[in-house]
């Protein structure tokens, strides 16, 4: 059974700042997923990372992965205002379910 | 573009009540999903489905039900809401097993 866990589970930071969001999980995961969620919105996909070593950029985000070491982070470099929201990093299992970690809240002040 | 629609964004009810949350999706997408959020949690799998009339049961689905009589719509069911149904229900859906996309959420309150 796959296990996905976030942390820090809550960043205040601030602007101008870098950081960085750890995703282990516990099993093998074919892939992992990044999203953010806006306050009383839905989740936005970010990045699907398909393998061991895999950098995806955007912006001031960028998502890697460590398959052997069941690791992916999500840095910020920095930070700004807008990139406050929640952040879910997400793992794959059998029959194309994902699991979810328990989300990363990031506040940048001004 | 995918659009997934939710019927409503709020929604109460009384406990007791049966409650039914609507999902459609406009890309022909044959895997659609529910999810619950709740703060601390993360997103949790109520139930998906592959297909249309097929579904199979995900990490929470106890006090559930679902019903996809068409391929765009997939619906969850409260047989009897409980308090502890209140929740933020998201609903996804996706062609591959590649990636899934959001509705914009039901956030449901029983009282």
């Known amino acids: 059974e796959l296990k996905v866990e976030q942390n820090p589970l809550f960043l205040s930071m601030q602007e101008g700042k870098n950081y960085t969001i750890y995703c282990n999980y516990s099993?093998?995961?074919?892939?992992l997923y990044w999203y953010r969620q806006d306050p009383g919105k839905s989740l936005e996909s970010l990045f699907v990372?398909?393998?061991?070593?895999a950098v995806k950029q955007e912006g001031r985000l960028m998502a890697s992965l460590d398959t052997k070491a069941r690791l992916s982070t999500l840095h910020i470099t920095a930070a700004v205002h807008d990139l406050s929201a929640t952040y879910f990093c997400?793992?794959?299992?059998?029959?194309?379910?994902?699991?979810f970690g328990a989300g990363t809240i990031l506040r940048v002040k001004s | 573009d995918v659009k997934v629609t939710q019927s409503s964004r709020y929604l109460v009810k009384r406990t007791g009540e049966k409650v039914f949350l609507e999902c459609v999706q406009d890309?022909?997408?044959?895997?659609m999903f529910w999810y619950r959020q709740d703060p601390g949690l993360g997103l949790r799998l109520i139930y998906f489905?592959?297909?249309?009339?097929?579904?199979e049961k995900g990490d929470i689905p106890e006090g559930y039900s679902v019903s996809r009589e068409k391929k765009e719509r997939f619906s969850l069911i409260l047989e009897s809401a409980s308090t502890n149904q209140t929740s933020m229900y998201l609903c996804a859906s996706g062609l591959y097993s590649y990636e899934q996309y959001f509705g914009p959420g039901t956030r449901l309150t029983v009282t």
């Open positions: 997400a793992g794959m299992e059998y029959g194309n379910k994902l699991v």
């Open positions: 099993t093998t995961s074919d892939r």
């Open positions: 890309m022909d997408h044959e895997n």
């Open positions: 489905s592959y297909d249309v009339k097929m579904k």
């Open positions: 990372l398909l393998s061991n070593g």
